[in-house]
C-alpha cells in the first residue's frame, strides 16, 4: 500500500530565505508526482508535475526534484515571501488503479 | 477552459437529510477523483471514477455514500442521511488520463446541523 510522508509537518522562516519541503513515498512504483499549494479554505493549486522518467521540474522560484528509486521528492523555494505562505502538498499518481495519494502536508509560514 | 467547477460552494444539512455535491470536470477531461478533508486533517482519498465507471472506491464508506460520472452531465458524490461526522470540504480533480496533471476544484464545504 502506498503511503505518502511529508517532513517538516510544519515550517516557519523569515522573508528572503530558501527552503526545502521533503516529501517521501514507499512503493516507487509510480506514473508521476505532483506539488500543489492550498490556502485556508481554498482548494489545491497545482505547482509542478513530475514524471517518473524526469529528474527534476521548474517553475519560477520553485524547484522540485524526483529520485524514484529511493522514493524522495523535493520541493525547494527560492527567495522566499510572505505570500508564499501556505500549505503544501505532495501526492503520487501510482497503485494498482493509479489513483492520486496525498502526503500529510507541510504548513509553511513566512514571516515579513 | 474554465477549471474544474464545483457546487455548491457550501452546503448546510440537517442531520438525516441527503447531500448531493455536484463536479463538472475540465472539458475534455473523462477522469475523476472525490476526496474528503476533515478539519486540520489531510486530503482522504474516496472514490475514482471514469465515464459511466467506477474505477477504484476503497475510500468509500460503505453506506451511505454513492457516486458516480455518468455519460453526459457533472459527477455527482451523494451522501445519505447525513450525520454530524460527515461535515467536511469536499474536493474533486479531474485530469485526461490517469497519467496526467489533476486539476481541483474550490471544494464543496458540508456543514450538517
Known amino acids: 500500500k502506498q503511503e505518502v510522508t511529508q517532513i517538516p509537518a510544519a515550517l516557519s522562516v523569515p522573508e528572503g530565505e530558501n527552503l526545502v519541503l521533503n516529501c517521501s513515498f514507499t512503493d516507487s512504483a509510480i506514473y508521476n508526482l505532483q506539488w500543489f499549494r492550498q490556502d485556508p479554505g481554498k482548494g489545491l493549486t497545482s505547482l509542478l508535475l513530475i514524471q517518473s522518467s524526469q529528474r527534476e521540474q521548474t517553475s519560477g522560484r520553485l524547484n522540485a526534484s524526483l529520485d524514484k528509486s529511493s522514493g524522495r521528492s523535493t520541493l525547494y523555494i527560492a527567495a522566499s515571501q510572505p505570500g508564499d505562505s501556505a500549505t503544501y502538498l505532495c501526492?503520487?499518481?501510482?497503485?494498482?488503479?493509479?489513483?492520486?495519494?496525498f502526503g500529510t502536508g507541510t504548513l509553511l509560514a513566512v514571516q515579513p | 477552459n474554465a477549471g474544474v467547477m464545483q457546487n455548491p460552494r457550501h452546503l448546510v444539512r440537517r442531520r438525516g437529510q441527503e447531500a448531493r455535491l455536484r463536479c463538472s470536470p475540465m472539458k475534455g477531461h473523462s477522469h475523476v477523483y472525490w476526496y474528503r478533508q476533515l478539519p486540520e486533517e489531510g486530503l482522504k482519498f474516496m472514490v475514482y471514477l471514469q465515464k459511466e465507471n467506477i474505477i477504484d472506491e476503497s475510500g468509500m464508506p460503505k453506506e451511505r455514500f454513492s457516486a458516480e460520472f455518468p455519460k453526459e452531465g457533472p459527477s455527482i458524490l451523494r451522501i445519505q442521511q447525513v450525520v454530524r461526522g460527515d461535515s467536511a470540504a469536499y474536493f474533486c480533480?479531474?485530469?485526461?488520463?490517469?497519467?496526467?496533471?489533476?486539476?481541483f476544484g474550490q471544494g464543496t464545504r458540508l456543514t450538517v446541523v
Open positions: 501526492a503520487v499518481h501510482g497503485g494498482a488503479t493509479n489513483k492520486l495519494i
Open positions: 480533480a479531474s485530469s485526461l488520463s490517469d497519467t496526467r496533471e489533476a486539476f
